[in-house]
């Protein structure tokens, strides 16, 4: 059984900046292929990004890429998901999770484990 803490969310006027956290329990944490989620009232929930479990590689959603930096501290057990550029259309609840299924990164039913999420308010 794998926990996630999520913390760091809050509001910000667009154009500024947020870094969430997202604590992991477990001592395989290195092991984690984690991804960043989010979900905005009204739509489905859709992958903002990953990164793979030796940091080396990450990937972006085209809605997000060049402004969300994912980075993890194995030695810390904790995920980041630094968001720069904040824009009103960023509002929502973001959660990481684990992927323990073969299947693709972008889809929710590839990860097992998830957080209780961390509501992130841009305003314009």
């Known amino acids: 059984q794998v926990q996630l803490v999520e913390s760091g969310g809050g509001l910000v006027q667009a154009g500024g900046s947020l870094r969430l956290s997202c604590a992991a329990s477990g001592r395989t944490f290195s092991s984690y292929y984690m991804g960043w989620f989010r979900q905005a009232p009204g739509k489905e929930r859709e992958c903002v990004g990953a990164?793979?479990?030796?940091?080396?590689?990450?990937y972006y959603a085209d809605s997000v890429k060049g402004r969300f930096t994912i980075s993890r501290d194995n030695a810390k057990n904790t995920v980041y998901l630094q968001m720069n550029s904040l824009k009103p259309e960023d509002t929502a609840v973001y959660y990481c999770?684990?992927?323990?299924?073969?299947?693709?990164?972008?889809?929710?039913?590839?990860?097992?484990?998830w957080g209780q999420g961390t509501q992130v308010t841009v305003s314009s």
């Open positions: 990164i793979r479990r030796s940091g080396g590689n990450t």
């Open positions: 999770a684990v992927k323990t299924r073969l299947g693709d990164t972008w889809n929710e039913e590839s990860y097992e484990y």
